[in-house]
């Protein structure tokens, strides 16, 4: 009798890669969206106001602090692949 090896990942061991994946995302995701006000035209006025801009940029760099925080408690060195599924 041929064993057979199973077709898809484990669950914890998917989720655990694709929590990888979205940390390696972030800093990508980060730079976008610290960018995204260079594209940013200035309004009615020929000035560009930058208070909208720095208000912008801390909320976005807040973000994506939680973001990491979220991210982090997942990304545990100790929690590796063990093999042992419930």
């Known amino acids: ?17 694709r929590l990888r ?3 390696r995302l972030l800093p990508i995701f980060g730079a976008f969206f610290f960018l995204l006000p260079v594209l940013w035209s200035p309004g009615s006025s020929p000035a560009h106001d930058t208070a909208p801009d720095g208000v ?5 760099w807040l973000l994506l602090i939680l973001a ?3 991210l982090a ?3 545990d060195s ?5 093999g042992s599924e419930s």
């Open 56 to 60: 912008y940029l801390f909320v976005v």
């Open 78 to 82: 100790a929690a590796d692949d063990d």
């Open 1 to 17: 009798m041929v064993r057979r090896v199973p077709l898809f990942l484990k669950r914890r061991s998917y989720r655990r890669r």
């Open 68 to 70: 990491a925080a979220a």
């Open 73 to 75: 408690p997942g990304l």
């Open 21 to 23: 994946d979205a940390a």
